[in-house]
């Protein structure tokens, strides 16, 4: 209980929200300029600084990362079938049907939980136009055996790159890779604007045709060259993303924190296994564990034993996408077709993590999976 008297709980994550006061002169600029939206001062200064943090040439805003990539499907004038992961929140697939496009399942990698380059291969059929990998946890995808795939068969790839902000491999950042890397900066994620989301553009004339297909395909008042949408991000949340862009840094050290405690208490309980962390700079943005056999718990039973604690843990990803009724009577979706998928589905939990999280909830998760018998 905490010292109100209201049962307290360990939410899975939490939003880094700065001092309130923080933000009131951003606020007050918005106020005294009325400008709202339609790519405003703020916007344009969080591209920017988007830019340099993430170290990419460049960035386009949106109101949110489902829509990015629904116009990332747009820009590329992707059509036919795309291979995907069924390993992913939804918004990875609806995308896709949204664009009239079909998707193709892949199985995942055991060990990165990311699409199996050699299962791309094996789903590609005359009507394949482009894969769509995740970066599943922030992990790094096999890019560069993808990239292989994808230039052998003739296909664009679109990296959906929700959990990887700030995740840099050995060359740079992630987000270069393929033709488009889509962003989420929805509230649950290591940054966010409230809501928003990003496309990452490799030239500025790929940057100035996304720029026209989220502003309903206006060039000025009178010229629409595409049948556009509204995606455009606000002021307010432009604002409040430069805002939390001051603070990333010290939240990510924070979660880094929390991560390496977790690999420490777990590296010795039976049946628990931690990711591997490759990448040259993580972000440490979920801190999923695979339940195997050998715990003395089943995954659901965990789960519910650390909701009897207060601690919010959440299944990500269950069910499979492939498993909803939109999907799962597509061929690809067979249960057969996925084994690696659906095994993980099965077995993992991500566990708290995030900037606000004390050492009493650290340990307290810690004690739960360790001592599953207290």
Not at 47 to 66: I, K, M, Q, S, W
Not at 88 to 112: E, K, M, Q, R, Y
Not at 226 to 237: F, V, W
Not at 272 to 301: K, T
């Amino acid at each position: 209980m905490s010292a109100s008297g209201k049962a307290r709980f360990i939410p899975v994550t939490q939003p880094a929200l700065p001092p309130l006061e923080d933000f009131i002169p951003y606020l007050q600029q918005i106020w005294d300029s009325r400008q709202l939206t339609n790519s405003g001062p703020f916007h344009a200064q969080l591209e920017r600084a988007l830019c340099d943090y993430l170290g990419v040439p460049h960035v386009a805003l949106f109101a949110n990362g489902t829509l990015a990539l629904v116009t990332a499907l747009q820009a590329l004038r992707i059509t036919g079938e795309v291979i995907t992961t069924p390993y992913s929140f939804v918004a990875t697939a609806h995308s896709l049907l949204w664009n009239g496009i079909t998707p193709v399942f892949a199985d995942i990698d055991p060990l990165t939980l990311n699409l199996d380059p050699a299962r791309i291969e094996a789903a590609i059929t005359p009507q394949t136009t482009a894969i769509m990998p995740v970066h599943c946890y922030g992990h790094p995808c096999d890019v560069e055996r993808i990239q292989a795939v994808a230039e052998r068969q003739g296909l664009k790839v679109i990296y959906d790159a929700a959990h990887a902000f700030g995740v840099r491999d050995g060359g740079g950042s992630v987000l270069r890779h393929g033709d488009l890397s889509v962003l989420s900066f929805h509230a649950t994620k290591v940054f966010n604007t409230f809501e928003g989301g990003a496309i990452v553009c490799p030239d500025a004339d790929t940057k100035q045709h996304i720029d026209h297909l989220k502003n309903f395909g206006f060039v000025d008042e009178t010229t629409v060259v595409a049948p556009g949408i509204n995606g455009k991000m606000s002021e307010i949340n432009a604002a409040f993303g430069l805002l939390q862009l001051r603070d990333i840094d010290a939240a990510l050290v924070r979660r880094e924190a929390v991560d390496a405690r977790y690999r420490a208490a777990f590296a010795g309980t039976r049946g628990i296994v931690c990711l591997p962390v490759r990448e040259a700079r993580a972000n440490y943005a979920y801190f999923p564990v695979l339940v195997r056999p050998d715990y003395p718990l089943r995954r659901d039973a965990l789960f519910e034993r650390l909701r009897t604690h207060g601690i919010l843990a959440r299944r990500y990803f269950y069910p499979l996408i492939s498993d909803f009724p939109m999907y799962h009577d597509m061929p690809s979706a067979a249960a057969d077709n996925l084994p690696v998928a659906r095994a993980a589905s099965e077995q993992v939990i991500c566990l708290p993590i995030h900037p606000a999280l004390t050492e009493a909830d650290v340990e307290a998760v810690i004690a739960c999976v360790t001592d599953p018998a207290r």
